[in-house]
């Protein structure tokens, strides 16, 4: 076995006790997305495995208040480069490219006629001002459950591509 393989297989493992969802967690770690469920459940069948992914789903799970702190982050000060590249491809991307994309601050795609693509990004603006708000809210806990409910909802981002 390479030690890319393992490098997956690792990998994986991290993303199904963070994720629960066998194929997504597979295909996030480099796996096919053809052949990534069958791939997750014999990962899942190793030994060696069950019990890393079993140490993995018992350890302290992130504060909600720190998820929604880093979340909005990105969606404030990440970057576009995936998404322009996704943009500005001449040629369609492999399941494999797409998967290794961060589009994590794009809120809409939409391919529009004559080809092209439109892209639409969360508003840095409002994740800003949310940060702020959530510094300064003294019920912090509730502000969280309120952000993850809204940002749950989906985003009305305006700036277009």
Do not use: W
Not at 70 to 78: C, H, K, T
């Amino acid at each position: 076995m390479t030690e890319q393989t393992k490098r997956m297989r690792r990998q994986f493992c991290s993303l199904y006790a963070m994720l629960g969802n066998v194929s997504e967690a597979a295909v996030r770690a480099g796996f096919d997305p053809d052949t990534a469920f069958q791939n997750g459940l014999e990962i899942l069948g190793m030994p060696a495995y069950q019990q890393l992914v079993h140490r993995l789903t018992r350890m302290p799970r992130i504060d909600p208040k720190q998820q929604v702190h880093v979340g909005l982050e990105r969606l404030a000060f990440g970057t576009a480069n995936d998404a322009l590249t996704l943009l500005l491809s001449e040629e369609p991307l492999s399941g494999e490219q797409l998967s290794r994309l961060d589009l994590f601050n794009v809120s809409e795609i939409k391919k529009v006629k004559g080809g092209g693509l439109e892209i639409k990004f969360f508003d840095r603006q409002k994740a800003l001002e949310r940060m702020y708000e959530y510094a300064s809210s003294a019920d912090s806990g509730a502000t969280a459950r309120s952000l993850l409910a809204a940002l749950a909802g989906g985003g009305d981002g305006e700036d277009g591509v």
